[in-house]
């Protein structure tokens, strides 16, 4: 506790625990305890979460586990969306049970709270406490207004009204439809725990005293100026794969992926990754092998699960001279790589950072919640990637998506576009980029409360 005594400010920060959430969060923490020398930062997330993102001591973040909310002796069972609703029930309550715990464990008072911005909750916690609520959003900036809209959308699109109708009364966004949006902003199940927290979170944010945002000013621009004109604070400070202290981490590439993509010719690679989540339908593997496998590309597939069962039956064999099959595969390197050609995605808004840092067109199976959305954009709006037709892999499909990418003079202007992406990217992190700048008015913020 002798950190706690010497530091001058004590942040609390609250993680979302699931899915690519509390790494971000984690990330931007580090960055803003470099830039505030005084401070410390108790970090608070599940023991689960804490295990995976603290693979080193920091000594000026402190871990700190909250209740999972998982009954006693539970099992799971391979649906990721219930762990997420035993926590969902568990918060606030598990979040302010540890915020007590912390502040007399520590004797420190808390200073500021950030929070991820799927916590609502977090602005009563703030006014509570009379300090200021930061909220780190993590996906795409279109994804954060299609949230903070969503009372106005379903005026005019109604509930469960036509998918098709195009959400055109927005600037820019006039390839967007219906179907695109997220369940639970104008489909689905309304009060599903999630479909709930994302509309209250669409609610609440504007008293957030700033939104920061893992994402670049001229990604989505139009869209981007609309957020800083709702929002008191709307701070881009991405991408972080530009700008994180990753490279204090040594890259784990214990699978030799760079060494095997350097004995290939640029961009002639597929590159193919579903997340951490969601893997696709067993003939969806099968049709997707088989596009692989006939297309005779190569390939390097991080692969969720076993290859062995769940890949047709000779495939791994008949393909090893020019595929090769990873339990892990550190991306943000492999995307970076200059054999890359195209990335086969589900549509996280990571991924497609960590695409447009490396130059690399997309494919893409989206699953859920925003990975449609994200699909459509780069589809439509971008113009630096395909969907599929009917949203699922099938051999043809696939095969003629790959095959454009890699072979066609419409693959070569994807790449230019998403070059130009890129290009806008890296002059946001360059010295007084507009991420750079973001960045010091968030530190700024947090050192003169
Ligand atoms: C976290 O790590 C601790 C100590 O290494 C271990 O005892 C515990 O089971 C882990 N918890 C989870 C949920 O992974
Ligand atoms: C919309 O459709 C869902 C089923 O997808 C149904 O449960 C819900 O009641 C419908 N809501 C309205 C307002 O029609
Ligand atoms: C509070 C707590 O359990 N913290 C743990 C978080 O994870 C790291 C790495 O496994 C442990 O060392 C901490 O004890």
Redesign the pocket.
Known sequence: MEDYKNASKHIVVLAFPFGTHAAPLLNIIHQLSDACPNTIFSFLST?QS??SS??N?FHKIK???VRDGLPEGYIYRGDPNEPVEYFLKATPGNFIEAIGAVVAETGKPIDCLITDAFYAFGGDIADELNIPWVVLWTAAPRTLFVHAETDFIRQLVGINGSQDKSLDFFPDFSGIRVSDLPGGVTFGDLDAPMAAMLYKMGLELSRATAIAANSFEDVDNKVVNMLKLKFNMFLNVGPFNLVSSVSSFTIDDSHCCLDWLSKHKPSSVVYISFGSVATPLPHELEALSEALEESEFPFLWSFKGNPEKQLPPGFLERTRSRGKIVPWAPQQKILQHPSVGVFVSHGGWNSILDSIVGGVPMIFRPFYGDQILNTRTVEVVWGFGLGLEGGTLTKEGTKKALKLILCSEQGKKMREKIGIQRERAYTAVKPKGSSVENFKTLVKLVSDI
């Open positions: 023991q804490n295990n603290f693979p001591k871990p700190f586990n």
